[in-house]
């Protein structure tokens, strides 16, 4: 039985992946960076034709996928938002920041300035008792 040629338009089916999806973030967020506006986002369709620009032989069903939308939402990197005009946009996930600021590194006393304070604390004290005997002779 005689194969069957394959027209130059025809796309092959898409088998195993030869690469995980992870290894087309870096690729992604390069290309978003280059392309992105002040909040990050770019068009999904724009970022898809850029993509050959970047590397120029990125085909998505090397990670595995048929639409850069699946491979984008796959890798769970990206946040992906549709526009009031229905188009997808995709930006890289913001970092969140700490629930709570770390501990402050304590460091132990400086020897001569608890000395320096054991001295304030004791003239103060001199003082409080020097102004309560000088307070009740005025009194009488």
Do not use: C, H
């Amino acid at each position: 039985m005689p194969e069957r040629a394959v027209a130059a338009t025809e796309q092959p089916p898409v088998t195993a992946a030869s690469k995980t999806p992870v290894a087309a973030i870096p690729i992604l967020e390069r290309v978003i960076a280059q392309l992105g506006s002040e909040e990050g986002w770019v068009n999904l369709d724009r970022l898809g034709e850029q993509l050959p620009n970047f590397v120029s032989d990125f085909d998505t069903r090397t990670y595995g996928f048929r639409k850069l939308s699946d491979l984008v939402r796959k890798t769970e990197t990206f946040e992906i938002d549709k526009t009031e005009a229905g188009r997808l946009r995709v930006r890289v996930r913001p970092v969140e920041a700490p629930s709570k600021a770390p501990d402050p590194i304590v460091t132990a006393p400086d020897p001569a300035q608890k000395k320096a304070t054991r001295r304030r604390r004791a003239a103060k004290r001199s003082a409080k008792v020097s102004d309560a005997s000088g307070e009740g002779a005025d009194k009488k």
